[in-house]
Nanobody, 121 residues
Framework: QVQLVESGGGLVRAGESLKLSCAASGSIFSRNDMAWYRQAPGKQRESVAL???????TYADSVKGRFTIYRDNGKNMLYLQMNSLLPEDTAVYYC???????????????WGQGTQVTVSS
């Protein structure tokens, strides 16, 4: 079992910044990918940023150059620094972790409860 707890959401104005945090605990394998997803009202959940176990990062086109994903493995923390926020960034943001075994086989997918980010114009 893995537990993920997000924090850092809130209400900001367009152009401002927020930093989301995700605290991970439980059976976290040494090989895992972590990511941030978001879901706006009436829309499907979408990937925002991925940080693979090897360190590779992938961003949605809509957030490239504005958002940065990074982690502190010593503290089992994942972060999302969000700059130059836009009203269209308004959504519930979810932390995601995927565990892989030593063969590279996915063994579990975990989600946090989400944190609301609201950007006013």
């Amino acid at each position: 079992q893995v537990q993920l707890v997000e924090s850092g959401g809130g209400l900001v104005r367009a152009g401002e910044s927020l930093k989301l945090s995700c605290a991970a605990s439980g059976s976290i394998f040494s090989r895992n990918d972590m990511a941030w997803y978001r879901q706006a009202p009436g829309k499907q959940r979408e990937s925002v940023a991925l940080l693979a176990s090897g360190g590779t990062t992938t961003y949605a086109d809509s957030v490239k150059g504005r958002f940065t994903i990074y982690r502190d493995n010593g503290k089992n923390m994942l972060y999302l620094q969000m700059n130059s926020l836009l009203p269209e960034d308004t959504a519930v943001y979810y932390c995601n972790l995927v565990n892989y075994n030593y063969l590279g086989v996915r063994t579990g997918v975990w989600w946090g409860q989400g944190t609301q980010v609201t950007v006013s114009s």
